[in-house]
């Protein structure tokens, strides 16, 4: 799913980003771009970060803040 629609950013491309080693939002906003636009997409973009680092990495849907 896209998480990102101003800059085409999907799920996968963060999780994937996130178990290479992104450990906070502007690591995203670094290597992805994610919410570095209308910043809509910072708060979904992060909870995958959350997720990740609860070690539910098989989380396909994160809980928004």
Known sequence: MYVCLCNAITDR??????AAGASSLTDLQAQLGVATCCGCCADL???F????????????KPNSK
């Not at 491309?13 to 996130?18: L, S, Y």
């Not at 970060?49 to 396909?60: D, G, P, V």
């Open 49 to 60: 970060l959350s997720c990740y680092h609860e070690n539910q990495t098989n989380c396909s």
């Open 13 to 18: 491309q963060i999780k994937e980003t996130v």
């Open 45 to 47: 973009a992060s909870s």
